[in-house]
């Protein structure tokens, strides 16, 4: 995602904001049966995104049954 955006100023009502946003991802993720572990969730402006929520396999398995309809159920949480 980037460097962290040291810069950019935001606001403590966009921070908040984030942090529910994010932490809906969160919430998801862990209660999505076969979703890969929840590895940092971060308000921190990176890149383009105001924060982000990382997934990371807990080992290199490829493509697993289900992944592509969990990472939907996910991403829904981001839809506006």
Known sequence: ?????????????SKKMTAYHEGGHAL???HTKGAMPL???TIMPRG???GITF???EQDKGVFE???K???DIRLVHSP
Do not use: F
Request: proline letters at 3%; hydrophobic letters at 40%.
């Open 66 to 68: 289900g992944h592509l």
């Open 39 to 41: 590895h940092k969730v």
């Open 55 to 57: 997934q990371l396999p």
């Open 48 to 50: 383009q995104a105001l």
């Open 70 to 72: 969990n990472v939907a």
């Open 1 to 13: 995602m980037g460097a962290e955006r040291k810069s950019h100023y935001v606001t403590e009502e």
């Open 28 to 30: 998801v993720a862990l």
